[in-house]
């Protein structure tokens, strides 16, 4: 790399660590952090001091929701002491149900009674979204969620108030996109204070699975959401994925091959040792053309998952390939800030120290 693209490099790197730490950044978020607690608060507030109260007894108080793994929702909610007619069997005894409803639509899962260190009667469900991966068989759209109880001598219907997803600590967060079907989940709450949930199609979107490596080369394991994700099994094209050294404005272009059992995932061979340039250190990306043919190109990368900090945690191992001249480079794995994947190619002798 000539010195003057060097400082160049180093330039735009600084301005952007200084964009990225300097106060007016810093004070718009925690501006930001203010007004989502105020809100939260306020929520919580308008909840406890207005719809319950009118609800009469008529709706339980959801203390916990989410769509941890992106297709699993998980609920736990405390149910009023007059939910249950004096004359009902046993409280934990009662069958319950979770109904989700969508306009006419009605679909209903099975709930849990139980009581709690405090005595209070709660109810907690598990449920498994989607009919396509064997879970309950929610469509896009917004579905309401209540409770039933199946007490005698009429059933008990309870309507669930609540604040939805809650602001989660520590390492993880809440995924909402399922890995598998690329349905986005998310849970939010009614302008009358109701659980509801939201249903919403995949957007295109490459995600990486895997990157497998060898002394040559490597194979990068992804898969397709939305409109690219179509495979040959359903009349979707081989995809073409395009390896950008941005650097020095290099294009190369493979095909990527089906995963066995799954249309929406692909394997697409990298071979550096006839890639790479042992002169000069080079950092390859990786694209995805749309189908189409227009619009941007999809970046191969990470943004489905349930961590923080994924460019620390899910980063893969540094290796080593031997290029076709017999010189040595080692292969670096990143992750940039928007997820996209790139593989920083140093030759051994300017990168030992």
Known sequence: MTAPRHALRVIKKSARIALRRGPVRKVGNRVRRRVSTVSASGRDTLVDSVFMPAAHGS??????????????????????????????????????????????????????????????????????????????????GRWRLALELAASPATV???????????????????TTCPRTGRRHRLGI????????????????????????????????????????RGPGDGGAQPVVELVEQERRLLRRHAADPLPGDDGAWRVAVPLASMVDTSARQVWSFRLPRPSGGGRPLDIGLRDHDLRAPRRVLTPPRFTVRAEDGTFVVVKPQYTRRGALQLVCTPRETSAR
């Open 59 to 140: 709706a339980a108080r959801v203390r916990y929701a989410g769509v941890l793994d992106g297709h699993t929702l998980n609920l736990h909610a405390v149910l009023p002491d007059e939910a249950l007619p004096d004359e009902a069997a046993p409280d934990t005894a009662v069958p319950a149900s979770l109904v989700f409803v969508n306009g006419e639509r009605r679909v209903r899962t099975e709930a849990r009674l139980r009581r709690d260190a405090a005595g209070r009667l709660c109810a907690s469900a598990t449920v498994l979204l989607g009919a396509d991966i064997g879970g309950l068989p929610v469509t896009e």
């Open 157 to 175: 219907r309870l309507r669930l108030l609540g604040d939805g997803s809650p602001a989660l600590a520590g390492p993880t967060r809440a995924r």
């Open 190 to 229: 009614s302008p009358s204070g109701q659980l509801r949930l939201t249903v919403a199609p995949p957007l295109p979107r490459a995600e990486v699975l895997r990157l497998e490596h060898s002394f040559t080369g490597a194979s990068l394991l992804f898969a397709t959401y939305g409109p690219a994700g």
